[in-house]
């Protein structure tokens, strides 16, 4: 039976080093979806064993309200990262993000790697949910067998800063250079059923640049945005969350289709604009965000 | 465990500590600076002397210059210090020992 959390809200994710008791003790005061406790990048390389005590004891803990428990291990390719998982899953994390995810074996090799720490931990099998991060162009190129390799894998994320050096440009601020990358990988997700993340942003200056970049990724159909500050949570959760415009006029498409549906109807307008069962699953989903933004206050 | 060398886990940072063990032979020779000594001295020395016995650890000295940290980072540390005295940093017995 598959995990309904694979499909829950995760409009925002944001990063927390697991080495700082600061940082970790209470991110869920911003109301961000999910947190993302890293034990890689944002780890000096001789703090990675202490790292790992932090996290055990904040995911054992602290209570973190309902915000969803990340933790990106280190790559395939360091001596840390089956501690990692063991650690991760030992104290229970939701989920685990392998970071330069470039094949489908990488997905399977940390599968077998959390189904092991869930046997060992008397953690129930199959409660502990993987997603990967795409950071080369190679990764872009495999994304669909890896969103396809596990039953576990809820999602992708692009990261953004590795895949530009791998693809020797930069980050602009326009979107230019990430274009393809984002493309591609939301086609792969919808076709493989899991979710996709954009990439952070990481000028904290700039936020109208930010919420253009936001209202573009979901128009893209983005599931959701990393985010490495408190103050981007907002933005994020107000574009990615249905308007009451929007929220009517869904539960109207829903209703007009299963009425119209049941009288041999096809093809009509709602408020003006042309319907036809095209719009059901849109309409639908625009419902399932409002509900799980918790603004929705129909009866659908 | 028997601490081997010594060692040094944590910070100096707000909501950190800094914990420092090394090889004793006096039982357990506890010392402890806190920002808020007065209000929780007696609950971090708890806390420490439960994480020492789960590590079954009696001969040690052990500092810690606290900063306001939490239980939980009070745990993370004197742990750390202690695995890295033993140098172990694989296998580790989470759930088990480290609770």
């Given at each position: 039976?598959?995990?309904?959390?694979?499909?829950?809200?995760?409009?925002?994710?944001?990063?927390?080093?697991?080495?700082?008791?600061?940082?970790?003790?209470?991110?869920?005061?911003?109301?961000?979806?999910?947190?993302?406790?890293?034990?890689?990048?944002?780890?000096?390389?001789?703090?990675?064993?202490?790292?790992?005590?932090?996290?055990?004891?904040?995911?054992?803990?602290?209570?973190?309200?309902?915000?969803?428990?990340?933790?990106?291990?280190?790559?395939?390719?360091?001596?840390?990262?089956?501690?990692?998982?063991?650690?991760?899953?030992?104290?229970?994390?939701?989920?685990?993000?392998?970071?330069?995810?470039?094949?489908?074996?990488?997905?399977?090799?940390?599968?077998?790697?959390?189904?092991?720490?869930?046997?060992?931990?008397?953690?129930?099998?199959?409660?502990?949910?993987?997603?990967?991060?795409?950071?080369?162009?190679?990764?872009?190129?495999?994304?669909?067998?890896?969103?396809?390799?596990?039953?576990?894998?809820?999602?992708?994320?692009?990261?953004?800063?590795?895949?530009?050096?791998?693809?020797?440009?930069?980050?602009?601020?326009?979107?230019?250079e990430l274009m393809g990358a984002r493309q591609h990988m939301i086609i792969a997700a919808r076709a493989a059923g899991v979710q996709c993340f954009d990439t952070v942003y990481t000028n904290l200056d700039d936020m109208e640049g930010f919420r253009k970049e936001v209202e573009s990724i979901h128009l893209m159909g983005f599931d959701g945005k990393s985010i490495i500050n408190p103050r981007q949570i907002s933005i994020v959760h107000e574009i990615f969350t249905p308007t009451v415009k929007d929220i009517i006029f869904a539960e109207k498409v829903v209703k007009e289709i299963d009425d119209k549906k049941a009288k041999g109807i096809g093809v009509f307008t709602v408020d003006g604009k042309m319907i036809d069962i095209a719009f059901y699953d849109g309409a639908i989903r625009t419902i399932y965000m409002a509900k799980a933004s918790g603004v929705y206050k129909g009866d659908l | 465990m028997e601490i081997v060398q010594p060692a040094m886990a944590g910070t100096l940072e707000s909501s950190d500590c800094q914990v420092t063990v090394e090889p004793g032979n006096n039982g357990i020779e506890f010392n402890l600076e806190s920002v808020v000594i007065n209000q929780f001295g007696n609950q971090i020395k708890k806390v420490v002397m439960e994480t020492l016995k789960n590590m079954e650890v009696s001969q040690v000295k052990i500092s810690i210059v606290d900063k306001g940290a939490l239980d939980c980072t009070i745990k993370a540390r004197v742990e750390g210090a202690l695995f890295r005295s033993v140098g172990q940093f694989d296998h580790l017995p989470w759930g088990g020992a480290v609770r």
């Amino acid at each position: 039976m598959m995990n309904p959390e694979k499909k829950r809200l995760r409009r925002t994710m944001m990063f927390l080093n697991a080495q700082k008791p600061g940082l970790i003790k209470d991110p869920y005061i911003y109301k961000p979806d999910s947190i993302m406790l890293d034990l890689e990048d944002a780890v000096a390389e001789n703090q990675k064993d202490a790292a790992r005590f932090s996290l055990y004891h904040a995911l054992k803990e602290i209570n973190y309200h309902g915000c969803e428990r990340v933790v990106r291990i280190n790559a395939l390719d360091t001596p840390y990262w089956k501690e990692d998982i063991r650690c991760a899953v030992a104290g229970g994390c939701d989920s685990i993000r392998i970071p330069k995810t470039e094949r489908a074996e990488d997905v399977k090799l940390v599968e077998e790697a959390v189904a092991a720490a869930e046997k060992e931990f008397n953690i129930s099998q199959g409660r502990t949910l993987i997603m990967a991060a795409i950071e080369s162009a190679r990764g872009v190129m495999k994304v669909l067998e890896i969103c396809e390799s596990s039953e576990r894998l809820f999602g992708i994320a692009l990261s953004g800063g590795d895949y530009t050096k791998d693809l020797q440009t930069r980050i602009t601020g326009t979107g230019v250079e990430l274009m393809g990358a984002r493309q591609h990988m939301i086609i792969a997700a919808r076709a493989a059923g899991v979710q996709c993340f954009d990439t952070v942003y990481t000028n904290l200056d700039d936020m109208e640049g930010f919420r253009k970049e936001v209202e573009s990724i979901h128009l893209m159909g983005f599931d959701g945005k990393s985010i490495i500050n408190p103050r981007q949570i907002s933005i994020v959760h107000e574009i990615f969350t249905p308007t009451v415009k929007d929220i009517i006029f869904a539960e109207k498409v829903v209703k007009e289709i299963d009425d119209k549906k049941a009288k041999g109807i096809g093809v009509f307008t709602v408020d003006g604009k042309m319907i036809d069962i095209a719009f059901y699953d849109g309409a639908i989903r625009t419902i399932y965000m409002a509900k799980a933004s918790g603004v929705y206050k129909g009866d659908l | 465990m028997e601490i081997v060398q010594p060692a040094m886990a944590g910070t100096l940072e707000s909501s950190d500590c800094q914990v420092t063990v090394e090889p004793g032979n006096n039982g357990i020779e506890f010392n402890l600076e806190s920002v808020v000594i007065n209000q929780f001295g007696n609950q971090i020395k708890k806390v420490v002397m439960e994480t020492l016995k789960n590590m079954e650890v009696s001969q040690v000295k052990i500092s810690i210059v606290d900063k306001g940290a939490l239980d939980c980072t009070i745990k993370a540390r004197v742990e750390g210090a202690l695995f890295r005295s033993v140098g172990q940093f694989d296998h580790l017995p989470w759930g088990g020992a480290v609770r």
